[in-house]
C-alpha cells in the first residue's frame, strides 16, 4: 500500500485473548478509519477516530491514534471466533469539499481460535 | 437500515469484454466511490462523485468510465478487459457533509478469463 502498513500483517490468538493491530501512515491525515472484510467479502466500518483525537471505543473496541507518531492501533478485548476477519485501517487526508477518499493499510489476517 | 447495494455480485468476463457495475448508495447519500481490490491487496481508490459531478479521480485506467444518474445510483464501465482487472469492485457512499465514514456495498468480484 503506497499509505501505510499495519503490522502484524497475520495475528492468531485463543478465543477470550486481546489482539492488537497497529497501522502506520506516512501524510497528513484528518480522519483515520478501521474496517473488518471476512474473506472476499465487503468491508464493514467499526470506528472512525478523529486526528484531533487520541483515543475512542466502541464496545470491544479501543483505537488509538498518535498523529506524531503517525501511527494507530485497533485492539479487540475477549475476542471470539467470529471475530477472525482481515482487518483495515484507512486514512483520508486533508479536508476536502466534495468527498474524501480513502487510502487503505495493507490489512492484518486475524484468526482467532475456539 | 438500507445498505449499499451492488450488482452484479459475480460476473465473468473474457479479455477485451466490456463490463457495467452498478451501484446504488444508502438514500439520502450525496457521495459515492468506487474502490478495486485485488486478490490479496488492499482496496485501492478509483473514483468518486459527489452530488453526481465527479469529485476526484485516482487510479483508474483509462479504459474504464463511471457516471452517476439523476437518481445518484452510479455505474462503472469497463472495456477492454484484462486479465489483471480480475478483481472485487466495491462502491461506498457517504453523507458527506454529516460524517467521513463510508459505507461499502459487499462488492463486485469479476473474473477476467
Known amino acids: 500500500s503506497q499509505q501505510g502498513e499495519e503490522d502484524p500483517q497475520a495475528l492468531s490468538i485463543q478465543e477470550g485473548e486481546n489482539a492488537t493491530m497497529n497501522c502506520s501512515y506516512k501524510?497528513?491525515?484528518?480522519?483515520l478509519q478501521w474496517y473488518r472484510q471476512n474473506s472476499g467479502r465487503g468491508l464493514v466500518h467499526l470506528i472512525l477516530?478523529?486526528?484531533?483525537?487520541r483515543e475512542k471505543h466502541s464496545g470491544r473496541l479501543r483505537v488509538t491514534l498518535d498523529t506524531s507518531k503517525k501511527s494507530s492501533s485497533l485492539l479487540i478485548t475477549a475476542s471470539r471466533a467470529a471475530d477472525t476477519a482481515s482487518y483495515f485501517c484507512?486514512?483520508?487526508?486533508?479536508?476536502?469539499?466534495?468527498?474524501?477518499?480513502?487510502?487503505f493499510g495493507e490489512g492484518t489476517q486475524l484468526t482467532v481460535n475456539p | 437500515a438500507a445498505g449499499v447495494i451492488q450488482s452484479p455480485r459475480h460476473l465473468i468476463k473474457e479479455k477485451r469484454e466490456t463490463a457495467t457495475l452498478k451501484c446504488y448508495p444508502i438514500?439520502?447519500?450525496?457521495?459515492v466511490y468506487w474502490y478495486q481490490q485485488g486478490p490479496g491487496q488492499d482496496p485501492q481508490f478509483l473514483i468518486s462523485?459527489?452530488?453526481?459531478?465527479?469529485?476526484d479521480k485516482g487510479s483508474i485506467p483509462d479504459r474504464f468510465s463511471a457516471q452517476q444518474f439523476s437518481d445518484y445510483h452510479s455505474e462503472l464501465n469497463m472495456s477492454s478487459l484484462e486479465l489483471g482487472d480480475s478483481a472485487l469492485y466495491f462502491c461506498?457512499?457517504?453523507?458527506?457533509?454529516?460524517?467521513?465514514?463510508?459505507?461499502f456495498g459487499p462488492g463486485t468480484r469479476l473474473t477476467v478469463t
Open positions: 461506498a457512499s457517504s453523507l458527506f457533509r454529516v460524517s467521513y465514514e463510508q459505507y
Open positions: 501524510t497528513s491525515i484528518n480522519n
Open positions: 477516530i478523529r486526528s484531533n483525537e
Open positions: 484507512a486514512t483520508d487526508e486533508v479536508v476536502k469539499t466534495s468527498g474524501s477518499r480513502l487510502t
Open positions: 438514500p439520502r447519500h450525496d457521495t
Open positions: 462523485f459527489y452530488e453526481k459531478m465527479q469529485s
